[in-house]
């Protein structure tokens, strides 16, 4: 009779601390290593940026911000009101660094979910999968609110699963936490009672216990709620989850699909596309035959993961209903991932004798992928390269065609021209104006809207997927001798090959 895994790695049994220790340390190597030193934050990080660095210099929540998920940018304002600077650099890497910390912590309630499942050495393998998961690495160090989402999502589980009812209403204010950071938490209170009367039928005064745990939910929802309705009008919960089933009702019963701003089949497809695409480099190889084991071993664990999980994808697929092609909304579902995965790798591990080298193997094979995967993701020097040419853009003028994704850092160039940023975001985000040529058949058609709208440069670079009338000047400038190359990026030695050039309006005029 084989030994069990416990009496086969009876250090990792005995040392379950030190273990985690070794996880969280090479976490914080990996993202630190790939940490984006000199780069600024941008899109919606840039946005909690902003909220933060502004409620951190008011002393109270700004008005003038009208998106619903801000408890993380509340949770970072504490945080640069004590790590006060000038320099908008200094902050944002603080916001990184936190995201990096949340993200490494998680371990820690990840474990114990791991743990309610399995042997404490598979446990390590599930916290493994997760903290060294390339994208939650990538994420991690974005600044966004995924870790910390991810963080409360995974205690909430774990304090719901609890043999203690007490604990069990602890995970409904963890819950109700879950809600504050993306509004799209709330959908768990559904899977959360269906199983808490599931689990608590057989308990005196069930109802009576579940009023309990949801006036705790309500209670802790309410402050927020509340302070959200006196600056924007919404609670920035219910009504955007309201919001947003209107708009699915519509497109759904709409009978214009091809111009509804919501299609299920649409949506269906790329949920698909992505679902499966998230999987790769490491989940792919044991989602598959865990899923299958999960559904095979009926007991209230598994129900709640599978329920809970069900749940926690309808954001997703009613964001890709809508054309949102983001993989952030599946984030969420990654610790799940990495707990299903265990099933398939115990499988794996018990038909070997020596089951710690397997254990051993199998970590260094998840690691090795993920670093592989990072190498080919992240290239911080591009993005380097790409604010540089953001700050070309600056020099000459105010107004520029769109160039998306580079273009995200004209968003932050116009942070040189004050000494103290706080309470300059409008003008420092409109020193730049974009326009987006990819509505227009033709160049010409294109420079005599932009011409109107203060367009006096031109930039191109070698993305394929710019209009086709900008590919052609990119590959045949001599054809244009109305626009005048003023940079060339292959100059300076770039990676990023772009071209700026003067629109001469007069030689256009002549042709």
Same mark, same amino acid.
């Given at each position: 009779?084989?030994?069990?895994?416990?009496?086969?790695?009876?250090?990792?049994?005995?040392?379950?601390?030190?273990?985690?220790?070794?996880?969280?340390?090479?976490?914080?190597?990996?993202?630190?290593?790939?940490?984006?030193?000199?780069?600024?934050?941008?899109?919606?990080?840039?946005?909690?940026?902003?909220?933060?660095?502004?409620?951190?210099?008011?002393?109270?929540?700004?008005?003038?911000?009208?998106?619903?998920?801000?408890?993380?940018?509340?949770?970072?304002?504490?945080?640069?009101?004590?790590?006060?600077?000038?320099?908008?650099?200094?902050?944002?890497?603080?916001?990184?660094?936190?995201?990096?910390?949340?993200?490494?912590?998680?371990?820690?309630?990840?474990?114990?979910?791991?743990?309610?499942?399995?042997?404490?050495?598979?446990?390590?393998?599930?916290?493994?999968?997760?903290?060294?998961?390339?994208?939650?690495?990538?994420?991690?160090?974005?600044?966004?609110?995924?870790?910390?989402?991810?963080?409360?999502?995974?205690? &909430?589980?774990?304090?719901?699963?609890?043999?203690?009812?007490?604990?069990?209403?602890?995970?409904?204010?963890?819950?109700?936490?879950?809600?504050?950071?993306?509004?799209?938490?709330?959908?768990?209170?559904?899977?959360?009672?269906?199983?808490?009367?599931?689990?608590?039928?057989?308990?005196?005064?069930?109802?009576?216990?579940?009023?309990?745990?949801?006036?705790?939910?309500?209670?802790?929802?309410?402050?927020?709620?509340?302070?959200?309705?006196?600056?924007?009008?919404?609670?920035?919960?219910?009504?955007?989850?309201?919001?947003?089933?209107?708009?699915?009702?519509?497109?759904?019963?709409?009978?214009?699909?091809?111009?509804?701003?919501?299609?299920?089949?649409?949506?269906?497809?790329?949920?698909?596309?992505?679902?499966?695409?998230?999987?790769?480099?490491?989940?792919?190889?044991?989602?598959?035959?865990?899923?299958?084991?999960?559904?095979?071993?009926?007991?209230?664990?598994?129900?709640?993961?599978?329920?809970?999980?069900?749940?926690?994808?309808?954001?997703?697929?009613?964001?890709?209903?809508?054309?949102?092609?983001?993989?952030?909304?599946?984030?969420?579902?990654?610790?799940?991932?990495?707990?299903?995965?265990?099933?398939?790798?115990?499988?794996?591990?018990?038909?070997?004798?020596?089951?710690?080298? +397997?254990?051993?193997?199998?970590?260094?094979? +998840?690691?090795?992928?993920?670093?592989?995967?990072?190498?080919?993701?992240?290239?911080?020097?591009?993005?380097?390269?790409?604010?540089?040419?953001?700050?070309?853009?600056?020099?000459?003028?105010?107004?520029?065609?769109?160039?998306?994704?580079?273009?995200?850092?004209?968003?932050?160039?116009?942070?040189?021209?004050?000494?103290?940023?706080?309470?300059?975001?409008?003008?420092?985000?409109?020193?730049?104006?974009?326009?987006?040529?990819?509505?227009?058949?033709?160049?010409?058609?294109?420079?005599?809207?932009?011409?109107?709208?203060?367009?006096?440069?031109?930039?191109?670079?070698?993305?394929?997927?710019?209009?086709?009338?900008?590919?052609?000047?990119?590959?045949?400038?001599?054809?244009?001798?109305?626009?005048?190359?003023?940079?060339?990026? &292959?100059?300076?030695?770039?990676?990023?090959?772009?071209?700026?050039?003067?629109?001469?309006?007069?030689?256009?005029?002549?042709?």
């Amino acid at each position: 009779m084989s030994e069990s895994i416990e009496t086969k790695t009876k250090f990792v049994t005995k040392n379950v601390g030190i273990c985690l220790f070794i996880l969280a340390s090479i976490g914080i190597i990996i993202r630190l290593y790939y940490f984006p030193y000199g780069i600024p934050i941008s899109l919606d990080g840039l946005l909690y940026f902003w909220y933060a660095s502004d409620t951190s210099t008011l002393g109270h929540i700004p008005s003038d911000y009208s998106f619903p998920n801000n408890l993380w940018p509340l949770t970072l304002s504490v945080l640069f009101s004590v790590i006060r600077s000038d320099n908008f650099l200094d902050l944002m890497y603080v916001q990184r660094f936190a995201t990096i910390a949340i993200s490494v912590v998680t371990i820690i309630p990840m474990y114990l979910l791991c743990k309610k499942f399995f042997d404490k050495p598979y446990a390590l393998i599930g916290t493994s999968l997760f903290v060294l998961e390339p994208r939650i690495i990538q994420n991690s160090i974005s600044g966004l609110t995924e870790p910390l989402f991810i963080l409360i999502g995974i205690s &909430t589980f774990v304090l719901f699963l609890s043999d203690r009812i007490k604990i069990t209403y602890i995970s409904f204010a963890t819950a109700a936490l879950f809600s504050l950071v993306r509004y799209e938490g709330l959908l768990l209170i559904i899977p959360l009672t269906v199983m808490f009367f599931i689990r608590f039928r057989s308990k005196n005064k069930v109802i009576f216990r579940y009023l309990i745990a949801l006036s705790i939910f309500i209670l802790v929802l309410l402050p927020i709620a509340y302070i959200r309705i006196q600056n924007t009008g919404q609670d920035g919960i219910i009504s955007h989850v309201i919001g947003g089933a209107k708009i699915a009702s519509i497109g759904i019963t709409s009978s214009d699909q091809v111009n509804a701003k919501f299609s299920l089949i649409n949506g269906a497809y790329i949920f698909g596309k992505l679902i499966s695409w998230s999987t790769i480099p490491i989940y792919f190889l044991f989602i598959p035959f865990g899923i299958y084991m999960i559904f095979r071993n009926k007991n209230h664990n598994n129900y709640t993961i599978i329920v809970c999980g069900l749940t926690l994808l309808l954001p997703a697929i009613y964001a890709y209903s809508r054309g949102i092609e983001e993989l952030r909304y599946l984030y969420i579902i990654f610790p799940l991932f990495s707990l299903i995965s265990i099933f398939t790798i115990k499988n794996i591990v018990e038909r070997f004798e020596r089951k710690n080298i +397997i254990l051993v193997l199998i970590i260094l094979g +998840i690691l090795i992928s993920s670093i592989l995967f990072l190498n080919w993701k992240i290239d911080n020097e591009y993005e380097r390269e790409s604010i540089k040419i953001a700050e070309e853009v600056a020099k000459r003028t105010t107004v520029i065609n769109d160039y998306h994704p580079e273009s995200v850092y004209l968003r932050t160039v116009g942070f040189s021209d004050f000494q103290d940023f706080s309470g300059k975001r409008m003008a420092i985000h409109g020193k730049i104006t974009v326009l987006f040529a990819e509505k227009f058949k033709s160049l010409e058609e294109f420079l005599d809207y932009g011409k109107d709208h203060g367009l006096k440069y031109l930039l191109v670079d070698d993305n394929r997927n710019r209009p086709e009338f900008l590919i052609n000047v990119f590959e045949n400038e001599k054809n244009y001798p109305y626009l005048i190359k003023e940079f060339d990026s &292959t100059d300076i030695g770039f990676k990023y090959h772009v071209k700026i050039f003067k629109i001469e309006y007069n030689v256009l005029n002549e042709k």
